[in-house]
């Protein structure tokens, strides 16, 4: 009889797998790709190309020259990455800002923290924030969708984003009813579905929210994150709309423009830079959806989720050591 | 109706009940038996016999000294060969007494060896006290604790439930699911003397739902007597741990760092309720008991009645033999069993089942990079954070570990079980345990 094997229980292990995870992410993200590319075309299955394979093209260069450690491209995260930064940006932005926003959501975001799992804060957001920072025209002149099969009405190119037109309106002191009547603004119907400029991925709520309730019956994601953010940009905005619903517009609104249903369903669930316990995870929840409206009503941003969950990220090792799951026998009495 | 389990965390590991249709075989006495004197719980007995010495089936052959301890028997006739050291099924080296078997059992005097069943229950508390502890029975769930010593409530304390344990969590195993479709009216009857001993009112047996039959089976046994019930439980490792089952039962939650009597609960397996019917009713000492053998690999998964000391090789070779590609032989189930460097040792009192993992099935997948995604937080039945500890067991940090309540892992793997990076979480943990007891002991 050859050799026994010697090893501690438990002797069996469940099937999950880091890569299964990373894959069943981008799986969930198939539907907003479908989206994107039905109101983008070519220019979306572009963007996508060049931010996945240079996120994976960078993990792998680093990895082989810069650390020469193990090569771990196949574990699916640099794709997920790829596929986040991509959804982040306009469909038109030049390839060469994307490669640099990929360097650094690899680089910076990923690698020189170590790699996956010690990085603290959410890489395609450390990507995406630099570009809006570096690149600030290019990032927010956005395509208007152009469906596939639908007939062309206007030339435009590009359009202001519904949050832009908010935020604009805003400025110049006009009420939210005249605000609303600008041609530009899309209907809930468009907002619903995502025809309306934004960044590639973020336009389509319905398509988003789909690949959320997906990645949380197969348990990559728990649901305390997303909800909690969505419940409390509804509840903080609604307040205010309340107390003057000229001047805020109604909470709904907030839900289904801009980057909330992608920041909170993909960006916030980032499980290596969010916490770990469910308690933990609502007070994060939470910090993101007040700092999103902060931003969105009195920031200089008309957009607000990205900086939120970076700024919440950051607050993870806090929340960590202070959030403690509750604790067999320990009643809570 | 849905069905009761405990609350928090937990895992379901594939089921793999081989020999749930094998009905318990005697297995034939071996030319020689290997009797480890540490078979439970505390200091191990003090040996009365010695070389040449002609011992009867079960004669006392080690005596227990110290409180928490208990008897030992010979578990057949035969000849003492030697008092020595022999390697257990974890794979250290401890005395043991060797008996070569004459081949015909001789009982020693009072004990009743028949399979007749005794319904007398016309025993005092002090007396089915201490005819368990002269029987030398401990907890047979795999803990092995001198069940005497449990039957005792410390002074002041009150139970007002025996919980017994009829779970059996661990994937694999069955030799208590067929022990309770096969004595049930015994375990019964075990269950009633120690409810005597004991003086409460209730019992209650708990059944995961995967065994349907024996639910029936008990639950029919039980309209014959009262205060004892059976409960469904919903499949959920790992249920059979004594505060989980607590929990699942009358929903009361064992303090941290406390024993069940703290929430007026006794919680005792059937296999043990089994040995105290036979010891009380029988004079019958704690010589064999149920053992299942089983694998993926293995001919004919079963389940054998043994004697205690005998191989466990002489088990497999009755199972089938080792398959060919065979790369693991756990004692005990795939979720908490120990590996064996050898199968050339004896079943013990605390063996519950032999467990032969095919080679491509026994090693450990890589680990990864911890992703932090949370799930062993999410699986731990006990509210502790594997990943935490683990991490802070590495780091040599034994005073965070020790105020992260470490001591409260009550080892059942879930953590490591559901680790997507494939991290060894338990061993951290079972080493930051050690460490953080020393540390505990050392203060005092």
Known sequence: MSKLIISGSP?????????????????????????????????????????????????????????????????????????????????????????????????????????????????????????????PVQMTSWPVPKPLFAPQL?????????????????????????????????????????????????????????????????????????????????????????????????PAFHLFTGGLMLGAIYMATDMVSSPMSMKGKVVYGVGIGLLTIIIRLWGAYPEGISFAILILNAFTPLINMTMKPKRFGKATA | ?????????????????????????????????????????????????????????????????????????????????????????SGYRRPAIYIEVSGEDKWAEGINPTNELVTRLDYSRDEIIAKVKEAGIVGLGGATFPTHVKLMLPPGKKAD????????????????HRLMLEKAQEIMQGIRLMMIALEVKRAII??????????????????????????????????????????????????????????????????????????????KPLIERVVTVTGLGLTKPSNFLVRIGTPVSALIQAAGGMPENSGKIINGGPMMGKAMTTPEVPVVKGSSGILIMPRELSSRKEPQACIRCSKCTTVCPMGLEPYLLARLSKLERYEDTEREQIMDCIECGSCQFTCPSNIPLLDYLRLGKFRTGQLIRNRK
């Open chain 1, 11 to 135: 002797h069996v292990h469940g099937d999950e797998s880091v890569s299964k995870i990373m894959y069943t992410v981008v799986l969930a993200l198939v539907p907003a790709m479908l989206v994107s590319v039905y109101f983008f075309g070519f220019d979306a299955i572009r963007v996508l190309a060049i931010s996945v394979a240079a996120c994976v093209f960078f993990e792998w260069l680093i990895q082989k020259y810069l650390i020469k450690g193990p090569l771990t491209i196949n574990d699916g995260s640099a794709v997920v990455a790829g596929v986040l930064l991509a959804f982040n940006v306009p469909a038109n932005l030049p390839w060469w800002i994307l490669v640099i926003g990929a360097l650094v959501t690899i680089g910076v975001g990923k690698m020189s923290f170590g790699g996956l799992g010690r990085n603290p804060f959410n890489p395609a957001l450390v990507g995406r924030v630099f570009m809006l920072i570096s690149f």
């Open chain 1, 154 to 250: 206007t030339d435009a190119i590009t359009g202001p984003t519904a949050l832009g037109i908010l935020k604009e309106g805003i400025g110049a002191g006009k009420t939210i009813d005249q605000i609303m009547a600008d041609p530009h603004m899309p209907d809930y119907i468009d907002r619903l579905t995502g025809n309306m400029s934004g960044s590639l991925g973020e336009m389509s709520a319905m398509a988003l929210i789909l690949g959320g309730i997906f990645m949380v019956i197969r348990k990559v994601i728990d649901w305390q994150v997303p909800v909690s953010i969505i419940a409390t940009v509804y509840v903080f905005a609604g307040i205010f709309h309340l107390i003057d619903p000229q001047h805020y517009i109604e």
């Open chain 2, 1 to 89: 109706m849905k069905l009761k389990t405990f609350a928090l965390g937990g895992v379901h590991p594939e089921e793999h009940k081989l020999s749930a249709n094998a009905p318990i075989v005697n297995l034939p006495l071996p030319a020689q038996l290997v009797v480890p004197l540490g078979q439970n719980l505390g200091a191990p007995p003090k040996p009365i016999v010695k070389k040449g010495d002609e011992v009867k089936t079960g004669q006392l052959i080690a005596r227990a000294e110290a409180f928490i301890s208990a008897n030992l028997h010979a578990p057949a006739t035969g000849k003492v060969v030697k008092v020595d050291e022999a390697t257990d099924t």
């Open chain 2, 161 to 176: 439930y025996l919980l017994i344990n009829g779970v059996e969590c661990e994937p694999y195993l069955t030799s208590d």
């Open chain 2, 206 to 283: 708990g059944v995961e739902n995967n065994k349907p039959d024996a639910i029936a089976h008990l639950a029919a046994m039980a309209l014959a007597h009262p205060g004892i019930s059976v409960q469904a439980l919903k499949v959920k490792y790992p249920q059979g741990g004594e505060k989980q089952l607590i929990k699942a039962l009358v929903n009361r939650e064992v303090p941290s760092g406390k024993l069940p009597i703290e929430v007026g609960c006794v919680v005792s397996n059937v296999g043990t309720a089994f040995a105290v019917y036979e010891a009380v009713t029988k004079n």
